[in-house]
Every structure is written in structure tokens, then in C-alpha cells.
């Protein structure tokens, strides 16, 4: 059975950085499209990243040069480093296993994610 | 960048009911289009791929149209659990896009 946790939200004071991660279970990581999206408090879904099996990575404009998705092997866990956090950025961040092309078809419960001084 | 816009913002049925939910994308996506369903608390699940292929388990009341720049979601029949929020997306491009969402409530 896929299973998809988060980890390593918190509050943070902005231009401070988070890594979030992602334990993955039922499933190999390396060998699947992994992907970020975050939705604010009360508003709709944002994707924010994405990684693929060959390596190759995507983010948003939003966050470009800011975040980095990477994932250890040996750990079967996805990550998100996020440095220069804006009060923007604030939001549960999900992740999600691609499956039918670029669609997210299984996610994690989330974790939230505050910037505030 | 591809904006999906969904309508309506909300809408209020009741069970039993059948009902339409409309995205648009601002340029063609041909089929790249999913929907999901989110319920208050709870992560976001796949509904339909393709525009038109349920995900596994979805039940067969919902369906999906459309190819290009107009897409529809179907319930042919309205159950309680179906109460939630709905998303399009597009995976046409990057940046993949979701719409703003559509409340389905209880009338």
C-alpha cells in the first residue's frame, strides 16, 4: 500500500529556511515522478516542484531559486530545502506521487508551514 | 502559463441532484486534465485523468468531458459524501495549473 508522510513544518521568521521531508512507503521513490504543492490557509492548491525518475526538476516561478527538491535512495524520502522564506510561502505543504502522466495521484496527510515574525 | 478557471464558485444542491462543474483552461491542454475532490481536512484525491478516465476506485457517477479548452465534471447523482471542494488541473505545461476550486455545498 502507498504511503506518503510529511514532516519538518513549523513556524519560521521570514528569510529563514525549512526542510521538509517526505517518508515514502510501498513504493520506490527514485523510480517515480515526486512532486510538492502547498495550498494557503483557506484558498486552493498551488503545485510548487516536481522531480523525476532520470533526476530532471521543475518549480514554480514563485519559488525558483529559493527551493530545492531533491530525495535520498536509501531512505525512499523526497525532500523540500526552502531558504529566503516569504510570509507568502505560508501553507500545509502535501506531497504527492505522480501516476497518469502529470497528475498526483496519491498524497500525504501534509505539513504546515508558517512564516511570521 | 496556463490559467484554469473554474465555475461556478459555489454551488449549493441537494443530494440526489445531478450536477456540472466547468473548467476552463486559457489555452489548449488538449486532454491533459484531472480533477480532484477535497474534502475539509483531508489531502486532495484524484478523481478523474485523461479529462475522462476515473482514477481507480472513483465510483461510476462520476464522469468527465472535454478536450482543449473546455471540460466539464459530472455527478450523476449527488451523495452526501460527495459534498466538497473540486479542482481541475492541467498538465499540459509547465507550470502545471490548478483552477481556484468550486464548493459543491448542501442546499
Known amino acids: 500500500e502507498v504511503h506518503l508522510v510529511e514532516s519538518g513544518g513549523g513556524l519560521v521568521q521570514p528569510g529563514g529556511s525549512l526542510r521538509l521531508s517526505c517518508a515514502a512507503s510501498g513504493f520506490i521513490v527514485s523510480g517515480n515522478y515526486m512532486s510538492w504543492v502547498r495550498q494557503a490557509p483557506g484558498k486552493g492548491l498551488e503545485w510548487v516542484s516536481t522531480?523525476?525518475?532520470?533526476?530532471?526538476?521543475y518549480y514554480a516561478d514563485s519559488v525558483k531559486g529559493r527551493f530545492t527538491i531533491s530525495r535520498d535512495n536509501s531512505k525512499n524520502t523526497l525532500y523540500l530545502q526552502m531558504n529566503s522564506l516569504r510570509p507568502e510561502d505560508t501553507a500545509v505543504y502535501y506531497c504527492?506521487?505522480?501516476?497518469?502522466?502529470?497528475?498526483?495521484?496519491?498524497w500525504g496527510q501534509g505539513t504546515l508551514v508558517t512564516v511570521s515574525s | 502559463e496556463i490559467v484554469m478557471t473554474q465555475s461556478p464558485a459555489t454551488l449549493s444542491m441537494s443530494p440526489g441532484e445531478r450536477v456540472t462543474l466547468s473548467c476552463r483552461a486559457s489555452q489548449s491542454v488538449s486532454t491533459n486534465l484531472a480533477w480532484y475532490q477535497q474534502k475539509p481536512g483531508q489531502a486532495p484525491r484524484l478523481l478523474i485523468y485523461g479529462a475522462s478516465t476515473r482514477a481507480t476506485g472513483i465510483p461510476a457517477r462520476f464522469s468527465g468531458s472535454g478536450s482543449g479548452t473546455e471540460f466539464t465534471l459530472t455527478i450523476s447523482s449527488l451523495q452526501s459524501e460527495d459534498f466538497a471542494v473540486y479542482y481541475c488541473q492541467q498538465y499540459q505545461n509547465w507550470p502545471y495549473s490548478f483552477g481556484q476550486g468550486t464548493k459543491l455545498e448542501i442546499k
Open positions: 522531480i523525476y525518475s532520470g533526476g530532471d526538476t
Open positions: 504527492a506521487r505522480g501516476v497518469f502522466g502529470g497528475t498526483f495521484g496519491y
